[in-house]
């Protein structure tokens, strides 16, 4: 019975992983053409952190 729930403990850990995985891989590949869509992609960021550069949207550092 242990060994049962451990196994299942253990698919939810690497299921959830491959999730998350996935997700990130999805969002480092948004691609643009103006900094504009890089908001539309990702509202949450707020405005003049997101430029985009060579055709992805990329993050700014801090103030210049």
Known sequence: ????????YIMILFVS???VVVDGESKLEQTCSE??????KNPHVPFGHL???????????GPA
């Open 1 to 8: 019975m242990v060994e049962t729930l451990r196994l299942f």
């Open 17 to 19: 992983l491959c999730l």
């Open 35 to 40: 900094d504009f869509e890089c908001y539309i």
């Open 51 to 61: 430029r985009c550069f060579e055709g992805f949207c990329q993050q700014l550092n």
